[in-house]
């Protein structure tokens, strides 16, 4: 069935550094890939959907500058934030939507294993 | 602004029991709705997907009904065992595609 590939799995760095992570579909094509972020014993909230070969969209209150999101290829979209602090400790969790699969509105997301990022 | 809710937010049963999970949603402009299982520190599997125009689907032991109307869905898991213990979340698909979780009920079955 279809994969969603999340690396790395776990971070733990410095108050300053960049990290990014990597989300990409292993056997479909998904020019549609989503990014959520979830704090403990909450739910997935989403943060910016990611469109191949365009700028992403970012919902209410996600700075863009400090999540910054690239969708170069039809495979992969990553998520860099930039300058992280301890608040931006969290769990970041990507989906791809499989276009190919279902129809009018239908169409399956599949989510990766997630990042536990960890800032000291 | 779409809002999903899931009662209880906990569950401990014995092995063996049956159970449902609830959840409400409050705008009912949805093309489907999905219950999915997240295990700790790990993402999501889909567990199954109700289409607006559906009123129940099964998969095993699970059955998912939805009543888009009243704006609530229900996860039956019969006789439950230590390996369904695991966090399900429930999330609607709105209309400008975009998923709307659930804050996820988290079930704990005992052997």
């Known amino acids: 069935g279809a994969v969603v590939s999340q690396h790395p799995s776990r971070v733990i760095c410095k108050s300053g550094t960049s990290v990014k992570i990597e989300c990409r579909s292993l056997d479909f094509q998904a020019t549609t890939m989503f990014w959520y972020r979830q704090f403990p014993k909450q739910s997935l909230m989403l943060m910016a959907t990611s469109n191949e070969g365009s700028k992403a969209t970012y919902e209410q209150g996600v700075e863009k500058d400090k999540f910054l999101i690239n969708h170069a290829s039809l495979t992969l979209s990553t998520l860099t934030v930039t300058s992280a602090h301890p608040e931006d400790s969290s769990f970041y969790i990507c989906s791809a939507r499989d276009w190919g699969s279902g129809t009018g509105g239908n169409q399956p997301q599949h989510f990766g294993d997630g990042t536990r990022l960890s800032i000291l | 602004k779409q809002e999903v809710t899931q009662i209880p937010a906990a569950l401990s049963v014995p092995e063996g029991e049956n159970l449902v999970l609830n959840c409400s949603f409050t705008d009912s402009a949805i093309y489907n709705l999905q219950w999915f299982r997240q295990d700790p520190g790990k993402g999501l599997t889909s567990l199954l997907l109700?289409?607006?125009?559906?009123r129940e689907q099964t998969s095993g032991r699970l059955n998912a009904s939805l009543d888009k109307s009243s704006g609530r869905s229900t996860l039956y898991i019969a006789a439950s065992q230590p390996g369904d213990s695991a966090t399900y979340l429930c999330a609607v698909l709105e209309y400008g595609n975009k998923l709307v979780f659930g804050a996820g009920t988290i079930l704990r079955v005992k052997s």
């Open positions: 109700i289409q607006s125009s559906q």
